[in-house]
Nanobody, 117 residues
Framework: QVQLVESGGGLVQPRGSLRLTCATS????????IGWFRQAPGKEREGVSC????????YYADSVKGRFTSSRDNAKNTVYLQMNSRKPEDTAVYYC??????????WGKGTLVTVSS
């Protein structure tokens, strides 16, 4: 099993640096991909980004492409989401998700990001 804990959220302005952290524990992530999802008030959960732990390949939703960057530190079993050029519509609870190539998946409890000037 994998346990995930998100951190780094809060009330933030559109500009400036914001990095979310997904700290993992449990089994190694060698055969996992780590995704970031978000859920805004009154809306369904949507995918934001995904990163392969094995080779670092990343994928992004069109809504965040060019603004958000996902990265990993395999030594720390940690994945990050750098959120630049934020918009009010980025306000949401951000969740970390670990998916194994055999299909098992695990979720964190989320961290709230509120973007407001």
């Amino acid at each position: 099993q994998v346990q995930l804990v998100e951190s780094g959220g809060g009330l933030v302005q559109p500009r400036g640096s914001l990095r979310l952290t997904c700290a993992t524990s449990g089994e190694t992530l060698e055969h996992y991909a780590i995704g970031w999802f978000r859920q805004a008030p009154g809306k369904e959960r949507e995918g934001v980004s995904c990163i392969s732990i094995a080779d670092g390949t990343t994928y992004y939703a069109d809504s965040v492409k060019g603004r958000f960057t996902s990265s990993r530190d395999n030594a720390k079993n940690t994945v990050y989401l750098q959120m630049n050029s934020r918009k009010p519509e980025d306000t949401a609870v951000y969740y970390c998700n670990a998916v194994h190539l055999w299909g098992m998946d695990y979720w964190g409890k989320g961290t709230l990001v509120t973007v407001s000037s």
